[in-house]
């Protein structure tokens, strides 16, 4: 990616020469007008953007634009008016233009490259179809545009390209670099988190042959595999390997080439990497998601002396180096997803560690507490852990971000003592820095030691994510005023713990998971929540509500900037109850982009799941948003068939049905994986938290929990 820092005196050493960009005075930063356009055929680009012509140059750093703009400013560079355009290019321009997807730049950049060829149809077509081989069927080239933010973010870090300013970290700082880049259209962002901060983007099709013409041209970056691209230098300073690489000629040139070697990512499925022996400077290591990783191949990792950024994510390594302690300078160590299974002692040595992910089932090292510059782990164990391992974490004075694995199945050795050791170690992290905690399990526990116990409350936390349930709202979550995303698992929410929860200011992303039905209609009225953006509230399905009400209602002005809303009812319930009028305020909603309803069938009529859909897109229908509307149905097959009569079910009063009746009677955990069923945005800890109770409590019944858990899939999620 390119170096977006700034220099007082417009000199960059090693970077892309794009300074002009973030300054006011020039639209066009100068190494754009003697840049290439990459494509099959590598056509050149003769002068992309000419001095004299500034009216058509300052469209670029305009926002996405329409079709009507897009044809506008294409034409300007071609023709002087839109009638000197001939009849015959229209379709052809209609083409390309759809590849641009409304970027300005792109669309200056495919302009300014038909500028230098004669105006004919066949000419034209050539590039047409020259981009379409190298954009559209180059499967490497689209795997490669996705990257997460946080990635790029730590990356940038270990480079050096995140220049500190007064009052703001590192982080706080590449991410402005990452809003001005999506708001300059050289990124776009394809995931988001619940407050919209981007967690992925990828560059445009056009942006990036751009990026991959300059890159080339500066030295930036080289490019090798499937002989896209070969070193026409003998000084490489960032390396990618992309594809399936299976020529190993080029390693044979030996350590030379090299030797100044900076950055070096693999991207497919090559066969082999280089000896590590032959980076000499290497700062960035960047083997995620690469199989063909072995053992092997990082034996001399020790010998990286100069290494910021480590990561084997989701490689088949298996077993970490003990010389990896000789990496003084390391920042970002990411072992996710990997096949190891304990850490060597020294990796307490990395005292400028920042980053550090571990897997689960990995405990963390005696002697943690020297490394001072931790400020974010993931993930703490709670099984593999010990007491004295926690106390030392409480030495640690700058974590800001700590991911916990929760259990009590008597993995841990003094259980009582451990609780303890954590819930003063919290403490003490928010009375710190702490902004940022979530806490997993894989089965069904309880967390309710941090209920009372967890005082004073961290009033700088800003993301709260818990997985293990809680037997009610802490009522210490008041004091949270920084608080912007929580997803909280209690057994059951009352009026009050909304009453709590709606004057919290910053609140903008808000889950309630429960395991038991409401006891009366949670009314959310227009006095709180007044800059909520996101909501889900999901009770449990497997009690019956016996009181016929609606679990949530929404009244005039409530949540007036909310713009996704999830929420979910059995339908024969509230049918029984209201009848096809039911409302449960939506149309309030005046804000309301998506909606996601989940509608439980048990023992419903079709007639009665029409109904309901029917009242829901109706409501939704009303907003001046116009929202996108998803209802999602589930418990098929507790309906009642078109031959079953239930006489007088509508007034009937059912006592509840416990968990372990409901899933043995109807096998319903399997209906609730199924896959499809929830919305991608979802945030994944939480939904698997509450998914994996299910399951635990069909296996105590005979059921197969992996058949579960395989069943479900959620899209769209990044683990991050």
Excluded at 70 to 92: A, G, I, M, Q, T
Excluded at 132 to 148: G, P, T
Excluded at 364 to 370: A, E, F
Excluded at 538 to 556: D, I, Q, T
Aim: hydrophobic share 35%.
């Amino acid at each position: 990616m390119w170096n977006v820092k700034r220099h007082n005196n417009g000199t960059s050493r090693d970077s892309l020469q794009v300074k002009q960009t973030w300054q006011g005075g020039s639209p066009i930063p100068s190494a754009y007008r003697r840049a290439r356009i990459s494509s099959a055929e590598q056509w050149p680009v003769r002068q992309l953007v000419r001095e004299d012509q500034h009216s058509a140059a300052e469209e670029i750093l305009r926002p996405t634009l329409d079709t009507d703009e897009s044809e506008r400013l294409f034409l300007k560079r071609n023709f002087h008016n839109k009638d000197d355009c001939p009849v015959e290019l229209k379709e052809v321009i209609g083409d390309i233009l759809r590849k641009c997807h409304g970027l300005p730049l792109a669309i200056v950049n495919i302009a300014s490259l038909l500028t230098t060829k004669p105006t004919s149809k066949h000419e034209w077509e050539r590039l047409r179809n020259s981009l379409v081989s190298a954009l559209e069927q180059d499967h490497h080239l689209q795997r490669i545009k996705r990257l997460a933010a946080s990635r790029l973010i730590r990356r940038w870090m270990a480079e050096g390209f995140i220049a500190e300013q007064p009052g703001k970290c590192l982080v706080d700082t590449a991410e402005c670099y990452i809003n001005e880049l999506i708001n300059r259209n050289m990124i776009e962002p394809v995931e988001t988190d619940f407050s919209g901060k981007p967690r992925a983007c990828r560059v445009h099709d056009m942006m990036h042959d751009l990026i991959v013409s300059l890159s080339i041209q500066e030295n930036f970056a080289t490019i090798v595999g499937d002989g896209k691209l070969m070193p026409s230098t003998n000084k490489i300073r960032r390396l990618s390997l992309q594809g399936n690489m299976e020529n190993q000629n080029f390693w044979l040139i030996g350590t030379k080439i090299l030797s100044h070697v900076r950055s070096f990512s693999v991207f497919g499925d090559t066969k082999k990497i280089p000896p590590l022996l032959h980076f000499q400077v290497l700062r960035v290591l960047d083997l995620q998601d690469y199989s063909n990783l072995e053992d092997n191949d990082i034996r001399n990792i020790g010998n990286l002396i100069h290494l910021r950024y480590l990561s084997l994510y989701n490689s088949n390594i298996s077993k970490i180096p003990i010389q990896i302690g000789k990496l003084k300078y390391l920042q970002t160590l990411d072992l996710r997803y990997t096949r190891i299974k304990e850490l060597p002692a020294t990796v307490a040595q990395l005292q400028q560690l920042v980053h550090l992910f571990v897997p689960a089932g990995v405990g963390l090292p005696n002697g943690i507490c020297k490394m001072g510059a931790l400020e974010e782990i993931s993930l703490l164990d709670c099984s593999k852990n010990s007491p004295k391992v926690v106390q030392e974490l409480g030495n640690l004075t700058n974590i800001k971000v700590i991911g916990i694995r929760w259990c009590a199945d008597g993995a841990i050795n003094d259980e009582g003592s451990f609780k303890k050791s954590l819930i003063s170690w919290l403490c003490m992290l928010g009375e710190r820095k702490l902004q940022s905690l979530r806490i997993e399990t894989m089965e069904h526990w309880y967390m309710d030691f941090l209920v009372e116990s967890w005082w004073p409350p961290p009033r700088h936390m800003q993301r709260f994510s818990i997985g293990p349930i809680l037997s009610r709202l802490p009522k210490w979550i008041c004091y949270l005023s920084e608080l912007t995303d929580l997803s909280i698992f209690i057994e059951q929410v009352e009026g009050g713990d909304i009453n709590m929860l709606k004057d919290l200011n910053a609140l903008r992303c808000l889950q309630i998971l429960t395991t038991k039905h409401p006891r009366e209609s949670l009314i959310i009225s227009p006095s709180g929540f007044q800059h909520l953006e996101d909501f889900h509230f999901l009770p449990s399905m497997y009690w019956r509500n016996s009181k016929g009400m609606l679990s949530l209602k929404f009244e005039a002005g409530a949540m007036p900037r909310l713009n996704k809303l999830w929420f979910r009812f059995v339908v024969q319930d509230t049918l029984s109850a209201y009848g096809v009028g039911f409302d449960f305020g939506i149309s309030h909603l005046s804000s309301l982009k998506r909606l996601w309803v989940s509608i439980n069938c048990r023992g419903a009529r079709v007639c009665d799941i029409e109904a309901a859909k029917a009242t829901i897109e109706s409501a939704a229908s009303i907003l001046p948003n116009r929202p996108s509307h998803e209802v999602h149905i589930f418990g098929e097959e507790e309906m009642v068939r078109q031959e079953e009569q239930m006489e007088g079910t509508s007034g009937s009063k059912e006592e509840p049905v416990s968990e372990q009746q409901y899933l043995q009677k109807s096998g319903t955990h399997r209906c609730l994986l199924r896959a499809g069923v929830f919305p991608s945005h979802l945030r994944l800890d939480s939904l698997l938290d509450y998914f994996r109770a299910s399951s635990a409590i069909a296996e105590q019944l005979g059921g197969n929990s992996n058949r579960c858990n395989t069943s479900y899939t959620i899209g769209g999620v990044s683990d991050d």
